[in-house]
């Protein structure tokens, strides 16, 4: 009986959503606006951070002209996108200007070769401190407030010789899966700007689809790196848990313990997603065993196409289809005893009160924070101060639904990790949905707050996961599948999302390459 009251109320729901996807199509759908092409002179910015930086080493690029060209295209497309909320371009001039200069005088000369990406533009989410920009978290109240120092993934990137070039816009708090907030306004995905390019992390995402950033250094919770990626056909890279230090992300100090919280990357192409963890995860790097290099077709493959979470919206039809091409592409070059198999866990079916739970246990006072430590908000009188609808829904489900049974989420948690790593060991993949909705319209996420639940697995496994364009639907609006591995796996991971990105095309960018004029 309780597994029939599952299946009606999963049907009811997607009667409903499809009945209100049709009025938020007839009310976004006009509003779209194309991203301009990108013009033929900056073609190379279609090109990873690996290849730019190496050509820059070699003098084939001048590191003042790749920053100037993301700055021409930052201005371009953020009057559409929106995803741009502080800049230091000036200052990045002038750094990537030393750095042609050094190279040229041969000044350090060695030491400049040593830094992976030595002249490389880079963008990151405003809560990730950088010295004097905005560091607002998306709070009104907070409005002004600038970083007093680099948080501790800044501060590698720029020691590997990357340059920071502008902020890019998030939710409130980083605690919803669309970017907007009452500071900055809300982001547009580039495919479709009446849709959203998902949260927290949109902004990077938006931009990293539009060609308009080389590197995007973000953060991923509960899918802050992924669904952005997903939602704008891009790869997100979330590592193993507490491998990076976490100093600068919001209040952080770097010696929290455990957390489902990491650093992590999204990117137009898998070769630079391993090199740039190496940068940010400095000596515990080595854990990760980034260097092996792996045949996809010696990798053991896991699947589960769609979780029994009433949280959940139900799996779409393209989404599922998505999965089975991989599913079925694995199947042609994997020997028999390495064919896709199903994978299923009690744990999927209750991701959403799990990861709830888990909230629980990380440092972050929401409460505290909402007000920026001036006193925990009155949830009564929370409605009349300027902040998200969405940032009230969630402050007020986490003071008033009832609490999860700690021993049963820890027990449940710990049966998982158990049973699949043991499955997994160190040559298998999971592959998980990327969610169950491509791309939704703006403000649909407020009839599924917990669409975030196929990403929220990896969190609270504490393992690596990567989110890999698997072409578009009918409407060209991305699809996308996730894969994951067991903890310190994250070389498996790689492998497959780069097998998988030759296969289906990589990134499904928003907008073409203008022609070379003759």
């Known amino acids: 009986m309780c597994q029939l009251f599952v299946e009606v109320m999963r049907f009811m729901r997607l009667a409903f959503e499809n009945t209100c996807q049709f009025f938020f199509f007839v009310f976004y759908n006009c509003r779209k606006k194309p991203v301009p092409d990108l013009p033929a002179e900056s073609a190379f910015l279609s090109e990873s951070a690996v290849a730019l930086a190496n050509k820059i080493k070699c003098q084939e690029l001048k590191s003042e002209d790749l920053v100037r060209a993301v700055i021409e295209r930052i201005k371009q497309v953020n009057p559409i996108l929106n995803a741009v909320v502080d800049e230091r371009y000036e200052e990045a001039l002038a750094e990537a200007r030393k750095i042609d200069q050094d190279i040229k005088d041969q000044q350090n000369s060695q030491d400049l070769l040593l830094k992976p990406f030595l002249g490389v533009p880079f963008t990151t989410k405003e809560t990730q401190s950088v010295k004097g920009m905005a560091f607002t978290w998306g709070l009104w109240c907070r409005r002004g407030k600038r970083a007093d120092e680099d948080c501790a993934a800044v501060a590698r990137l720029r020691q590997a010789g990357a340059i920071p070039v502008a902020a890019t816009n998030l939710p409130e708090l980083l605690i919803w899966s669309e970017c907007c907030n009452p500071v900055y306004g809300a982001t547009n995905n580039p495919h479709h700007t009446g849709r959203t390019s998902g949260g927290s992390s949109g902004g990077d995402a938006a931009l990293t689809a539009s060609y308009a950033t080389v590197i995007s250094l973000t953060s991923d919770i509960g899918g802050s790196s992924r669904i952005p990626s997903f939602y704008c056909g891009v790869f997100g890279y979330h590592p193993t848990a507490d491998v990076v230090n976490l100093k600068g992300l919001f209040q952080r100090n770097g010696t929290e313990s455990s957390s489902m919280l990491s650093f992590g990357f999204i990117s137009k192409h898998v070769e630079d997603l391993a090199p740039l963890v190496k940068v940010i995860a400095g000596d515990q790097a080595a854990r990760l065993g980034l260097d092996r290099v792996l045949d996809a077709k010696d990798i053991k493959i896991y699947y589960n196409e769609e979780f029994r979470d009433i949280w959940i919206s139900p799996i779409r039809l393209e989404l599922k289809q998505a999965m089975r091409k991989v599913i079925n592409k694995f199947g042609e070059v994997q020997p028999t005893e390495n064919k896709p198999r199903f994978y299923s866990h009690k744990f999927f079916n209750n991701i959403t009160n799990l990861w709830r739970y888990w909230m629980t246990k990380e440092p972050d006072d929401h409460f505290a924070m909402y007000n920026d430590g001036r006193g925990k908000p ?8 300027k902040h998200s609808l969405y940032l009230i829904m969630r402050l007020a489900g986490a003071r008033f639904y009832p609490a999860v049974n700690g021993e049963w989420a820890t027990q449940l948690t710990q049966d998982c990790k158990d049973d699949l790593f043991s499955k997994l060991g160190d040559n298998g993949v999971l592959l998980l949905p990327s969610g169950p909705i ?47 591995a067991a903890p310190n796996q994250d070389a498996v991971c790689l492998a497959v999302a780069k097998y998988l990105e030759k296969e289906f095309g990589g990134a499904i960018m928003a907008c073409n390459i203008q022609p070379t004029s003759i």
């Open 378 to 385: 009155n949830m009564f009188l929370v409605g009349l101060n």
């Open 438 to 484: 491509p791309s939704p319209y703006h403000n649909f996420t407020y009839l599924a707050p917990y669409n975030h639940g196929y990403f929220s697995v990896a969190n609270v496994l504490k393992c690596p996961a990567v989110q890999v364009p698997i072409g578009v639907n009918s409407k060209k609006i991305p699809l996308g599948i996730q894969v994951l």
